[in-house]
């Protein structure tokens, strides 16, 4: 069965790249990010336009619990109808009936496992936006469900591909220490998740998967979450609040190199990757290395609980 849903999906693929467009659905329209997507894919003017893909429908979703969600959801799903030409679906099913593709975009990841199982079951290949799940549990789950199915999936932060980190990424890196802004979300179990996911997958990005021991310092303003990988290296993240800027620095040898303040953290790299993917099927970034970011996270947070002692990854 397995075998059967992998050549389904590389003819779906090879339909959908000979395809002019490759047809895109939203489910959750709770995030700016939405309206940068489509800005991108479904106007051929604009001057960062991503060709290939274009979102046609998008399901609302939403937490009214989220500040967030609420406050946005509203404004967001209107503009996607009336400025990008969107249709608004009722609910998953009809989404997954009328797209090649899934951005599973809604804002809170507590809704994601949910969302996810429905795309999964209607066989739709997904880029899920960050963060992933709010719990580690969710996160393994989502994995387990898109294998059963035999469903192509992947998550990231944009800057993984950013100018910022992308210029310090090679071979050699012996260390490195991100930094990006922190703040919390009351209902995301992994506190980290909600923001600070940014800078933790830039040094993941830098560094790879691996960590097996994190520490974590935590204060009003700031945690300092420091990770010790199998071979030896040592990676840390600092996460600002309530915001910050975002920036790097890799550690080669006796050599460190720090990454350019003003280089580019927009969405358009990952967009690319987007539409490469739903285009191919290839995902640039494992789902086992997400997991992995997660079980960091986890890590983290007991880290916190128990005062600041080192734990290992689960």
């Known amino acids: 069965m397995m075998r059967s849903a992998v050549v389904l999906f590389v003819l779906l693929f090879a339909a959908m790249a000979a395809a002019a467009d490759i047809r895109l659905g939203l489910v959750g329209t709770d995030t700016s990010h939405v309206i940068a997507f489509a800005g991108m894919l479904n106007d051929p003017s604009a001057p960062g336009h991503v060709p290939g893909a274009r979102i046609v ?10 500040a967030t969600s609420a406050k946005y959801i509203g404004q967001y799903t209107e503009e996607l109808r009336t400025k990008w030409g969107v249709e608004i679906v009722p609910d998953i099913p ?17 809704a994601h496992l949910k969302e996810a199982r429905q795309i999964f079951a209607a066989r739709k290949p997904v880029w899920i936006d ?5 719990t580690l549990e969710d996160a393994r789950e989502i994995a387990r469900l898109a294998k059963e199915a035999g469903v192509p999936w992947w998550t990231s932060s944009s800057l993984r591909f950013s100018d910022m980190i992308t210029a310090l990424k090679g071979p050699g890196i012996t260390g490195a220490i991100t930094w990006g802004p922190g703040p919390f979300e009351e209902h995301h179990h992994l506190d980290l998740s909600w923001y600070a996911i940014h800078p933790i997958e830039m040094l993941y990005t830098l560094m790879g998967p691996g960590c097996v021991e994190v520490t974590r310092i935590h204060t009003s303003g700031a945690d300092e979450i420091v990770g010790r990988w199998k ?3 040592v990676g840390s993240v600092r996460a600002l609040r309530p915001y910050g800027s975002y ?16 280089a580019a953290t927009g969405y358009r790299p990952m967009v690319v990757e987007i539409v490469k993917f739903f285009g191919t099927g290839v ?3 494992p789902p086992a290395e997400s997991l992995e970011i ?13 005062g600041g002692k080192p734990m290992p990854l689960r």
Do not use: H, I, W
């Open 57 to 66: 429908a998008a399901y609302k979703g939403g937490m009214p619990d989220n």
């Open 94 to 110: 009809a989404l997954c009936s009328k797209v090649d593709g899934v951005l599973l975009t809604s804002v809170d990841g507590r």
């Open 130 to 134: 960050k963060p992933l799940a709010s």
């Open 231 to 233: 071979d030896g290296r």
């Open 247 to 262: 920036g790097a620095v890799v550690f080669k040898g006796k050599e460190a190199l720090q990454s350019d303040p003003k």
């Open 283 to 285: 995902v640039p970034v």
């Open 294 to 306: 997660f079980a960091f996270m986890d890590a983290a947070l007991r880290s916190k609980q128990s």
